[in-house]
């Protein structure tokens, strides 16, 4: 049995969760549970990001302690993250005491690789990130994507020396070591890398206090993503724990906002503390509202609860795994999701099953289900393994509009009229087990539904599902 570690962005906690988030947890669940399916051992973390001047900022204006009002916000992500039925094994914290105290012991670790220094430059407190000179001015000064003019800091802080590994990193990203998903966006990390400045990892407490204290040095907390990306590790117990059997990573699903992060920063930390590097890294796009992106300002936010009450959450992961190519920007719009709803999930599917289950019942064919179970078709393991998860599940559902056809053409119905009964046999057998097939396949991304698919054909008897899996809207 191989063991395989899928890890999700840890969502900041000043607010509540919507959309974006969602498309991390998606696609790691799918990850998680098709590597599941074939055999491997997974553990799948997820967790908050719960530190620094964005989070403190809100609990301000908010008029609410900090740490009431993060623990609040946790809890709504913990709740948000079940809903979704996301087959996580850890949840981190990152005010978690454990996980403080890993990260603490990780900053010592790495002290050889740290100095302090003066820092005079720009600072984005929407994205928590250092803004350069160069990018500065290609933005006249306000960021793209919140709409804030950068905050000019002069501190003093503790850097980290990214200039040690640059070669390797570089190297690394190139002979895919951690490979870079999509590849265009390896190109984009390999340039940015060239540009990065050795980075500040501290920030003085008369500045911010909502962070972790930097070990020996009281008037310093830490970078908010110096303590975020620790995460991944601290949550396997790092450094007091041997990690190996889990590290390094198989997978972290990322938003491509925040790949820069985890492509140049992050390998660096690993490094300095001679650890290996993850094994892939995939970045995918941001879901927009009609074409733009879904902020309150604008506000075109759409409110993930109120997707999931509509149809209900497979229709929820349906739509955003099929409908949002897994490396892409893509738009959600109501009539997208209705149309989605109405004509695949309630007419390929819902109607597939109806149509076969109550055949089957009436002419009381039963398959053994036990050895229907094929494996997985090679071109689905293969778009699997890559990531490309959207494709894969076009692949299914390929299957099931070709299982439609099939009906239509073979009319099982005719054959029960005409007494054909072996024919009748044979022709229903091969449809259910088909169905069963690509059931198998579906499974990674609509597991209720595809647990309820199998139940209803297996079993002494056939019977079909007493509501239709999707009722027409
Ligand atoms: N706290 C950091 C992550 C630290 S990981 C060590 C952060 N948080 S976030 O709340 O801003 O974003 C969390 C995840 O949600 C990121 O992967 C981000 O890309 C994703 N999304 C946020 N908005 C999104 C969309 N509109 N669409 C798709 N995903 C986006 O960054």
Known sequence: ??????????????????????IDYCLADVCARYYRACGDSVKLQVGTDEHGNKIAQKAKELNVPVQEYVDENAANFRSFIKKLNVSYTDFVRTTDKKHEQRVKEIWQKLSGHIYKAEYEGWYCVGCERYITEKECQENGGICPDHQKPYEKLKEENYYYRVADFKEQIRDA???????????????????????????????????????????GDESQVMYVWMDALANYITVLGYPEKDISGWWPATAQFVGKDILRFHAILWPALLLGLGL????????????L????????????????????????????????????DTFADADFTWDKYDDAYNNELANDLGNLV????????????????????????????????????????????????????????????????????????????????DLLQANHELAPFLPETAEKIQNVFAGDKIQPPKTPLFPKH
């Open 173 to 215: 990203i190139e002979e895919d070591e951690i490979l870079i998903l999509p590849d265009f966006r390896k190109k984009e990390m390999m340039r940015l890398l060239e540009e990065t400045p050795d980075v500040s990892i501290s920030r003085p407490t008369s500045q911010l206090t909502w962070g972790v204290p930097v070990p």
């Open 1 to 22: 049995m191989t063991k395989k570690y899928i890890t999700t962005a840890i969502p900041y906690v000043n607010g509540k969760p919507h959309i974006g988030h969602a």
């Open 289 to 324: 509202a009609d074409g733009q992106k879904m902020s309150k300002s604008i506000g075109n936010v759409v409110e993930p609860l109120e997707v999931i009450d509509k149809y209900g959450l497979e229709a929820f992961r349906y739509y955003f795994l099929r409908h949002v």
């Open 354 to 433: 109806q149509r076969l289950a109550t055949l089957a019942s009436k002419n009381d064919i039963r398959i053994n289900t036990g050895t229907s179970i094929a494996i997985y078709s090679e071109e689905y393991d293969d778009l699997m393994r890559e990531y490309k998860f959207s494709k894969a599940f076009d692949l299914v559902w390929v299957k099931i509009q070709g299982l439609n056809k099939r009906i239509d053409e073979e009319k099982p119905w005719n054959l029960a009229k005409e007494g054909e009964i072996a024919k009748l046999y044979t022709c229903m057998c091969g449809l259910i087990k």
């Open 276 to 287: 290996p590097l993850p094994k892939t890294i995939v970045s995918h796009g941001m879901v």
